[in-house]
Nanobody, 126 residues
Framework: VQLQAFGGGLVQAGGSLRLSCAAA????????MGWFRQAPGKEREFVAA????????YHADSVKGRFTISRDNAKNTVYLQMNSLKPEDTAVYYC????????????????????WGQGTLVTVSS
């Protein structure tokens, strides 16, 4: 599975961005997906996750109410809508997929994912 994340950029505090993660390869199946981020000098942290169908999602407390993960399985694409952005949201955002899924749930931990995209930089200015 190849994942390509895009949609990052520079935005002022309070603004919005929508990240996209397009998946290619191993067609015929959809997989649980997640978004993580890594700020300079910090460890990678969980942002949001979604199950195969898109009916179950989970968001980190730090983004709950501001960010929304969603997916369009017909397009093999997962989205992260980011509203009310804050300077502390500045980071490289990564999408990930878990192909070894048999439960239909979502996953919160980075080590549970099998494939990662290259990351897209989000910079929020104050």
């Amino acid at each position: 599975v190849q994942l390509q994340a895009f949609g990052g950029g520079l935005v002022q505090a309070g603004g919005s961005l929508r990240l996209s993660c397009a998946a290619a390869g191993r067609t015929g199946g959809t997989y649980p997906m997640g978004w993580f981020r890594q700020a300079p000098g910090k460890e990678r942290e969980f942002v949001a996750a979604i199950n195969r169908s898109g009916l179950s999602t989970y968001h980190a407390d730090s983004v709950k109410g501001r960010f929304t993960i969603s997916r369009d399985n017909a397009k093999n694409t997962v989205y992260l809508q980011m509203n009310s952005l804050k300077p502390e949201d500045t980071a490289v955002y990564y999408c990930a997929s878990k192909v070894s899924d048999y439960s239909g749930t979502y996953y919160l931990r980075s080590y549970e994912y099998d494939y990662w995209g290259q990351g897209t930089l989000v910079t929020v200015s104050s």
